[in-house]
């Protein structure tokens, strides 16, 4: 079945440093991906998405390319800032399944000075 | 701009009680109304999606059983029993007119519910 893998539960950076979060995923059906951010007490929000292979996607400073060849969606963003520590979500579309995304186990991410 | 209304916002439920939660959409351009669970863990489930009135499904998952209904156009109920551990439930919308794009969630601001 459909599944989707972050590698990653925490990562903790330093301010100012490149941030890479993996994202790798299975699918049988044709590939929607999105990368969702959770802020502390507040509801997931959209970050990005893409479906179209080997097309940078960019979005408030982060970007995500996807690979179908690698089955991977990694966001990446050049410089960490204090207010990116939160919670990111990858997620994949289920195939003909509206309103239905499954949901990677999720990547707490902590910026600290 | 908000487009979806989730209240309770919080709800203290006694163990073994009912509790009910309602969702109301306020643009009618991203029908397609679902149901997400976040767990203790910040696991992301999937629940429901109720595209017209009248629909209704149930389930269990481990830790609260679920019944949902679409009452209206703009109108989205749960009803979560038997919950042994606390949850967020999330209302989302989406506007369904492909799986691809049309299937961008957005999220309502969610009820967290705490046993007690």
């Known amino acids: 079945g459909d599944s989707v893998t972050q590698t990653e539960g925490l990562v903790t950076l330093t301010e100012g440093l490149p941030v890479m979060l993996n994202c790798t995923y299975q699918?049988?059906?044709?590939?929607?991906l999105f990368w969702y951010v959770q802020h502390l007490n507040e509801a997931p929000k959209l970050l990005l998405k893409?479906?179209?292979?080997?097309k940078r996607t960019e979005h408030q400073g982060f970007h995500a390319t996807l690979h179908k060849s690698s089955s991977s969606f990694h966001l990446q963003k050049s410089s960490a800032q204090l207010s990116d520590s939160a919670l990111y979500y990858c997620a994949l579309s289920e195939g003909s399944a509206l309103g239905r995304l499954h949901f990677g186990a999720g990547t707490q991410l902590i910026v600290i000075p | 701009v908000t487009l979806l209304e989730q209240n309770p916002r919080w709800r203290l439920v006694p163990r073994g009680q009912a509790v009910n939660l309602r969702c109301i959409l306020k643009n009618s351009q991203y029908p397609w109304m679902s149901w997400y669970q976040q767990d203790l863990q910040k696991q992301l489930q999937w629940l429901f999606t109720?595209?017209?009135?009248?629909?209704?499904?149930v389930k269990s998952l481990p830790g609260a059983d679920y019944l949902a209904t679409r009452v209206t156009d703009t109108e989205l109920r749960l009803q979560v029993a038997n919950m042994s551990q606390g949850r967020t439930l999330y209302c989302t919308c989406s506007a369904g007119t492909g799986v691809d794009s049309g299937n961008t969630l957005y999220f309502g601001e969610g009820s967290r519910l705490i046993v007690v």
């Open positions: 699918t049988a059906y044709s590939t929607f």
């Open positions: 109720l595209r017209s009135p009248g629909d209704k499904e």
């Open positions: 893409s479906s179209t292979d080997n």
